[in-house]
């Protein structure tokens, strides 16, 4: 429970039971379920909307299970709010039994799912963005398995209906039904004239299973495994595919966003446009693949020097391998000639959540390609999730 922000006094009260995560805890260490998100909800104990607490076991706000709704039903769900367009993932493997169009201009995913330890039951992930699922009926998909984005609800003329602190509120809507009716939909989910939730017979506070994929996700996994020293580390694997992935693999020399002469996976030959300098001999011709990778594993071997001068912490692979992928694209001397001073000195505070969010501001001024990239590392470094999607 250490790794759950502490609740200030201005929020909501944390009603859910304790007894829930205890149990999840207990669960068996394969990770039989994971959390529906990629990243913490943002109605999260701690977080910027904790007000609308989804773990609440209290009806007490409207993200919550049995919260009333229009005077006519209750809350069929929980709402796991989220900034734009959040990954939406499978929590075990399962099979799609539908997709559809939802609620308020967003569509729904509903998956039979079933554990490696035989628990089987259906998901309705709600409330996605339309444009982003990427499943259909009859699809197998695995844990983890990217289903859509998270979506915003909006009315007839367009317009968001779900607006908190001035910022429109993106979510995901999960519900969950045993499988006492059918584990199929011969009977659907949705029964307008079945009070009080408007839903078939079956249908289950979800609690347990988020609480389950919570700890499996966001905290099982440090427990297990503790910072190590930062001199330990190296660029795993999955990290230098991902920057690669950023990066992208160019054999002739070129000139990249900021004008310099480039090649390979983001090589610099030198600062400044490549028709205005003579190419080393090396390069004049381009490169092959071969050659590509044995110049961008000499830059990591300075890269991760440039990290390691700096920071002076106990970091996760994952953390490490975030401030290497920042490193590549922003120079070997990015830290240690102050361009972050604020990420450094909370990273070197142990101050590493607050620390990741600085990461957010390094965008060149909001350039679209940096705030996707910076997007994806401050995920990497918060959640162990390397996704170079853009």
Request: glycine share 6%; proline share 4%.
């Amino acid at each position: 429970m250490k790794d759950v922000p502490e609740i200030r006094r201005s929020d909501a009260l944390w009603h859910m039971h304790p007894v829930v995560f205890l149990d999840a805890l207990n669960q068996q260490s394969k990770n039989e379920i994971i959390f529906p998100l990629t990243v913490k909800p943002e109605n999260d104990p701690g977080k910027k909307w904790s007000y609308r607490n989804w773990r609440d076991v209290n009806r007490g706000n409207a993200a919550a299970y049995g919260r009333s709704r229009d005077r006519r039903r209750l809350h069929a769900g929980r709402d796991l709010y989220t900034n734009e367009y959040e990954s939406v993932v499978a929590i075990c493997d399962g099979k799609i039994l539908r997709t559809s169009p939802f609620y308020n201009g967003t569509n729904e995913v509903s998956v039979l799912h079933t554990t490696k330890d035989e628990r089987k039951f259906i998901v309705r992930y709600g409330e996605l963005d339309p444009s982003s699922i990427v499943v259909r009926p009859g699809d197998d998909v695995k844990q983890g398995q990217h289903l859509g984005n998270t979506g915003r609800l909006i009315n007839d003329n367009g317009q968001p209906t779900v607006i908190l602190d001035q910022t429109v509120v993106f979510m995901l809507h999960f519900e969950l039904y045993t499988g006492q009716v059918a584990y199929n939909l011969s009977v659907a989910l949705t029964n307008q004239n079945n009070p009080p939730f408007l839903r078939r017979d079956d249908l289950s506070d979800p609690i347990d299973i988020l609480a389950e994929g919570y700890v499996s996700t966001f905290l099982k996994n440090r427990e297990q495994n503790g910072r190590v020293e930062i001199n330990e580390l190296h660029t795993s694997e999955s990290g230098k595919e991902f920057i690669k992935a950023w990066e992208s693999l160019r054999l002739a020399s070129y000139n990249d966003s900021e004008g310099f002469c480039t090649i390979g996976y983001g090589h610099l030959i030198d600062k400044k446009r490549c028709e205005n300098i003579v190419l080393p001999i090396e390069f004049q011709s381009g490169i092959d693949r071969e050659k590509a990778i044995s110049l961008f594993e000499d830059d990591l071997i300075a890269i991760e020097g440039g990290v390691k001068r700096s920071v002076t912490v106990e970091l996760y692979q994952y953390e490490f391998d975030a401030l290497v992928s920042l490193l590549f694209n922003c120079g070997e001397f990015f830290l240690s000639i102050g361009k972050a001073p604020n990420l450094l000195n909370l990273l070197n505070s142990k101050e590493y959540e607050r620390a990741a969010y600085e990461l957010l501001d390094i965008t060149n001024e909001g350039d679209s390609g940096l705030i996707k990239r910076r997007k994806a590392e401050n995920n990497m470094f918060l959640n162990n999730v390397y996704d170079a999607t853009h």
